[in-house]
């Protein structure tokens, strides 16, 4: 059984330029959220989607959008990138429940982004 | 707005011993608080969770003991082994009808030494 799987794993890229990452969730899974990791730091969440639509949003600017389709995979699109961007993007899936609040995530390996 | 801050930011403990790592949260409105582990070059991966209304969970070696009154949790791990050597993070979430936004803290760097 596949976990989360995250594609590519290591990206380059220079400021202003755009970037899109990838994410598969878990078999079974049909929500994925999306954190931004910053070194020596904790996770921090930029957004959550199912059902195709984005249902939360943590605090993050209008550059950073993402999709899901309709196979549950999300991919994640930053705009005008910023040194400060540099990061590894984690993707992490669950299973909806309605009213539930302690479903379990799971976490892919991230996707280490440098800008220079 | 930091709204878990967690403590210590890296802990050297010996093979055999407890490591205890604190956490406190700002939010009342947190209703699950999950640790995750986190080895180089992976992702978080859930190790322990608890809901505010318990006191202390228990899962082989480790344990988290929540004080809701002072808005506090901590994870003890026993008997400590090298193999826990990683970066532990606690986090709190609060559920919107059914979406999760979890809020993680900083993060402490564990190294067990034999």
């Known amino acids: 059984d596949a976990g989360v799987t995250q594609s590519p794993t290591h990206l380059i890229k220079t400021r202003g330029q755009q970037v899109t990452l990838r994410c598969s969730p878990k078999?079974?899974?049909?929500?994925v959220s999306w954190y931004q990791q910053a070194l020596g730091q904790g996770p921090q969440f930029i957004f959550q989607?199912?059902?195709?639509?984005?249902?939360q949003r943590g605090n993050f600017p209008d550059r950073f959008s993402g999709h899901q389709f309709p196979n549950y995979s999300s991919e994640l699109n930053v705009n005008a990138l910023l040194l400060g961007d540099s990061a590894l993007y984690l993707c992490?899936?669950?299973?909806?429940?309605?009213?539930?609040?302690?479903?379990?995530?799971?976490f892919g390996s991230g996707t280490q982004l440098s800008v220079l | 707005q930091q709204q878990v801050k967690q403590s210590p930011q890296s802990l050297i403990v010996q093979k055999g011993g407890i490591s205890i790592i604190n956490c406190a949260y700002e939010n009342t409105a947190f209703d699950y608080f999950p640790w995750y582990q986190q080895f180089p070059g992976k992702g978080p991966a859930l190790l322990i969770a608890?809901?505010?209304?318990?006191s202390e969970k228990k899962e082989g070696r480790f344990t988290i003991s929540f004080n809701k009154s002072a808005k506090q949790f901590s994870l003890h791990i026993m008997d400590s082994q090298p193999g826990d050597s990683a970066t532990y993070f606690c986090a709190a979430s609060k559920g919107t009808g059914g979406y999760q936004k979890v809020t993680f803290g900083t993060g402490t760097k564990l190294q067990v030494i034999p």
């Open positions: 989607y199912y059902e195709e639509e984005e249902r």
């Open positions: 608890i809901r505010p209304d318990v």
């Open positions: 078999s079974g899974h049909d929500t």
């Open positions: 992490a899936s669950s299973l909806y429940v309605y009213q539930a609040t302690n479903e379990k995530l799971f």
